[in-house]
């Protein structure tokens, strides 16, 4: 039987005060008691042991946790260990059975129970240390979103995206130290947001409210195309809807976009769940440079870009679950370099207008099998004072799995 070596202790800013006796016994009879310095603080009256503070980089922190294996050793983490906290990283180190937590209410349990805001209807999103974009794929009307932020300027930042997002009219409401001596709770309208002296440690609480020019993104695959910054080279609304449910993301896989135009695919790939990652291959600078913005404006800053031109450009990157391949599929080497990377079980989807992709696609679909469909769409348009069907390029979609 496997024997409990570590103790994680969950403290908020009341301290001591706010511990049971098994927790304030993990901490008092521990060698070693790791935390930040506000942590250790805080539990100084009752460290018996040695006080180490974290280190930079973090990782070396845990190494350093670690290393001490075999030793009463205790942690300290703000709030709850496990909901956004050092917990849930020491757990992917740590097996579990050689844990013993003592979690404390977290900020975002805090934050609702002050605001009356039932916490399994609320987003709870953590911006500590992460770019703010995070949260725009969030902003619906009437959504109510707690987000941790890293320091003091954070709610001041936030109001500034909220307002040029389109969502001026929200509520902020600021919670800084929650349940200390210096606890506070005031509330501004993002456009006009302007406190001062805000605690860095804070909790921002956002009624979102929409104006009608506001930059909502709908939940549903096949975004519109002019919420997209692109020069033509796009995978159009309607194609792109049907291209995403044949890649069919699952959670935590990767994507490679081959040859991404202005990364709408694996922009939308990305946003079906904060799970998926995703590659976008793209040999223009100029439109690498579109992709990147596009991806702050979508709230998945985290895409990765490769400027380069396959096939050369995909040695060395991480295997992906899914491939699509829309510009560039024609190149030599392309299609068979992709397949040999695909992992088993993965998709790979290719999207052909001209007749050599298509001709390529005929040929690998014969030797390999998978399915083909052809996509054919036309819009009502003007014709003189009339109106008729215009119909865009017809498009062969080859999509194959890798057993």
């Keep these: 039987m496997t024997t409990a070596w570590l103790s994680v202790v969950g403290i908020g800013e009341d301290g001591l005060d706010g511990l049971g ?65 050092v917990g849930a990283t020491l757990a992917r180190h740590i097996d ?13 349990g805090l934050a609702a129970a002050r605001l009356g805001w039932p916490l399994q209807d609320v987003l709870a999103l953590s911006l500590h240390g992460r770019p703010l ?30 307002t040029q997002a389109g969502f001026g009219i929200s509520v902020v409401t600021v919670l800084e130290a929650l349940g200390g001596p210096d606890e506070k709770v005031r509330s501004q309208v993002a456009m006009s947001f302007a406190l001062d002296g805000v605690n860095p440690l804070n909790v921002c609480a956002i009624s ?18 002019d919420l997209f910054e692109h020069d033509g080279q796009i995978t159009k609304r309607d194609v792109r809807a049907l291209t995403l ?48 913005r596009n991806a702050t404006l979508f709230g998945v800053p985290d895409l990765k870009i490769t400027i380069g031109t396959a096939p050369e450009a995909l040695e060395g990157l991480e295997p992906p679950h899914a491939i699509f391949i829309g510009g560039g599929g024609s190149d030599p ?13 993965g998709r790979l989807v290719a999207n052909a207008v001209t007749l050599e992709l298509e001709a ?33 390029m017809p498009i062969t979609q080859w999509v194959w799995s890798k057993t």
């Design 208 to 225: 979102v409210v929409a104006l009608p020019e506001a930059r909502v993104l709908p939940l549903t695959p096949g975004l519109a195309d």
């Design 133 to 162: 974009d995070l949260i725009r794929p969030h902003l619906h009307a009437g959504a109510r979103i707690l987000a941790l932020t890293s320091d003091e300027h954070g709610p001041t930042l936030l109001a500034a995206l909220l």
């Design 333 to 345: 080497g392309v299609l068979d370099a992709a397949i040999v990377a695909l992992r088993p079980g």
């Design 245 to 292: 449910s044949a890649l069919a993301p699952r959670r935590g896989e990767t994507l490679w976009d081959v040859g991404a135009g202005s990364g709408s695919v694996a922009i939308e790939w990305m946003l079906a769940d904060p799970g998926l990652r995703a590659v976008a291959i793209e040999a223009d600078p100029e439109r690498a440079a579109r992709i990147s």
């Design 96 to 108: 579990a059975s050689q844990m013993v937590v003592y979690p404390h209410p977290s900020a975002f």
């Design 21 to 85: 006796d098994a927790a304030r016994a993990a901490i008092a009879e521990a060698e070693i008691v790791f935390g930040g310095n506000r942590h250790l603080d805080l539990a100084a009256p009752i460290i018996s042991g040695t006080s180490r503070t974290w280190l930079s980089p973090f990782s070396e922190s845990i190494a350093a946790v670690l290393a001490e294996k075999g030793r009463r050793i205790c942690v300290l983490a703000s709030g709850d260990p496990f909901h956004f906290g």
């Design 360 to 392: 390529l696609l005929l040929a690998h679909h014969a030797r390999l099998g998978g399915s083909l469909t052809r996509i054919e769409i036309a819009r009502a348009d003007a014709i003189g004072s009339m109106t008729g069907w215009r119909p865009a």
